[in-house]
């Protein structure tokens, strides 16, 4: 079962072989026994590529719950948590990989150097949540999945710009100030419309209290990458919307400044989701444990400055 998992997760045989020790044909023969003795075929081999069959396919996924389980029994008969080793399989959308889990993981190995982490980056993580054994994604407030998920921090969506382009353009006392400037937007996965036609930004009180407001705001840039527009914003292009986890170090340094403080677009929480077992790996209980607590102090210690008034 470990050499088929290798196989698959290492892309080819002779990459399982190097990671388990083991030479290729050793490989190849223990894959080959495992279908002769499930009497089905689990890997499509041609000379460029394998590929799991649909059988194979729903192999590995019972394959991966009962690895888990093992390692876990074995974790469970260690005589403390300093005793756990294994790794800990991690999918996470690209912007929390690089913005929320990268920052951790220097601390982490410092407190737990024997449990590796393997992190995937996948755009739509939701999806392959009984693959991994965590996944970090990304939901509004108003969340309500079927899936078992647990909270790790909340933040708020806010409009952000570069001290050069609001000494340029002004700074927007209201959201209605809006419609004078330039937006830079992020297009997600919509049809994307051309350069120049206005779209709408619909921004709330930040204290829940009155009504919403939407205004026309000409786009200068739209893009699927708020990392592009993140990097435009820095440089004075224009306003954006971006999440305080990713502007939150621009705001601490100047780079970026928060505008109409007294507003925001959205409030969204960043959910650890966890496949559908009944029993939680121990080594994966310490990691959720961990970055939940350092979460919390991110969360809790975001950057306030960098606002600007119209003075």
């Given at each position: 079962m470990r050499v088929f998992q290798a196989v698959v997760e290492e892309g080819g045989f002779a990459a399982a072989a190097r990671l388990m020790e083991l030479s290729p044909p050793v490989?190849?023969?223990?894959?080959?026994?495992?279908?002769?003795?499930?009497?089905?075929?689990?890997?499509?081999?041609?000379?460029r590529k394998l590929a799991l069959t649909d059988a194979g396919e729903a192999y590995l996924q019972r394959v991966r719950a009962i690895l888990h389980e093992i390692d876990d029994a074995e974790a469970a008969a260690a005589s403390s948590t300093r005793d756990l080793r294994g790794t800990i399989r991690v999918l996470a959308a690209p912007l929390l990989a690089t913005h929320f889990l990268a920052p951790l993981l220097a601390s982490w190995h410092v407190l737990y150097p024997t449990l590796m982490l393997d992190i995937l980056v996948d755009a739509l993580p939701a999806s392959r949540v009984d693959e991994f054994d965590v996944t970090f994604m990304v939901a509004g407030e108003d969340y309500d999945g079927n899936i078992v998920a647990r909270p790790m921090a909340h933040w708020e969506a806010i409009v952000i710009a570069a001290p050069a382009y609001l000494q340029r353009m002004g700074v927007p006392a209201?959201?209605?100030?809006?419609?004078?400037?330039?937006?830079?937007?992020?297009?997600?996965?919509?049809?994307?419309?051309?350069?120049?036609?206005?779209?709408?930004?619909?921004?709330?009180?930040?204290?829940g209290?009155?009504?919403?407001?939407?205004?026309?705001?000409?786009?200068?840039?739209?893009?699927?990458?708020?990392?592009?527009?993140?990097?435009?914003?820095?440089?004075?292009?224009?306003?954006?919307?971006?999440?305080?986890?990713?502007?939150?170090?621009?705001?601490?340094?100047?780079?970026?400044?928060?505008?109409?403080?007294?507003?925001?677009?959205?409030?969204?929480?960043?959910?650890?989701?966890?496949?559908?077992?009944r029993m939680v790996p121990a080594r994966t209980k310490v990691f959720l444990d961990f970055v939940s607590e350092h979460a919390q102090h991110l969360a809790s210690s975001r950057p306030e400055g960098g606002r600007v008034s119209e003075q």
């Open positions: 490989v190849t023969r223990l894959v080959a026994d495992l279908e002769h003795h499930l009497g089905t075929r689990l890997l499509q081999r041609t000379t209201e959201p209605g100030d809006l419609q004078h400037h330039e937006y830079l937007r992020y297009s997600g996965q919509l049809v994307r419309s051309r350069s120049g036609i206005a779209q709408r930004l619909r921004l709330r009180p930040v204290q209290a009155g009504a919403a407001q939407e205004v026309k705001v000409p786009v200068v840039l739209q893009s699927v990458s708020a990392g592009v527009l993140l990097r435009a914003a820095v440089d004075g292009m224009g306003v954006a919307v971006m999440s305080r986890l990713l502007a939150g170090p621009h705001l601490a340094s100047g780079a970026l400044v928060h505008v109409l403080p007294d507003w925001i677009f959205s409030r969204y929480a960043v959910y650890a989701a966890l496949p559908s077992r």
